[in-house]
């Protein structure tokens, strides 16, 4: 099983970023996929997720209407636009599924930091 992410960088506030989660390992399209956020010193969020077939998507309030949620299921590929970047969207983002975390697996994050 394999979760790598990418896309993170330095961007300010305002600006736009687009994450990617490459999967393998594990039958991607029959699975739920959930981005989370960590800042340091408190447990990972979970932001958004989608739905196997990518028709249900789900955001926590503090991210609704700025972020979207999107997969390709022929690419094993979750991504997360993030437009409207605020400062406390700082932090290491994660792909996961449930069954993943439960587990305790967790691929390395990419960074994302939001500074003028």
């Known amino acids: 099983v394999q979760l790598v992410e990418s896309g993170g960088g330095l961007v300010q506030p305002g600006g736009s970023l687009r994450l990617s989660c490459a999967a393998s390992g594990f039958s991607f399209s029959n699975y739920y996929m959930r981005w989370y956020h960590q800042v340091p010193g408190k447990e990972r969020e979970l932001v958004a997720r989608?739905?196997?077939?990518?028709?249900?998507?789900n955001y926590a309030d503090s991210v609704k209407g700025r972020f979207t949620i999107s997969r390709d299921n022929a690419k094993n590929t979750v991504y997360l636009q993030m437009n409207s970047l605020k400062l406390e969207d700082t932090g290491v983002y994660y792909c996961?599924?449930?069954?993943?975390?439960?587990?305790?697996?967790w691929g390395q994050g990419t960074q994302v930091t939001v500074s003028s």
């Open positions: 989608i739905s196997s077939g990518g028709g249900i998507t």
């Open positions: 996961n599924t449930e069954s993943l975390r439960v587990a305790g697996y």
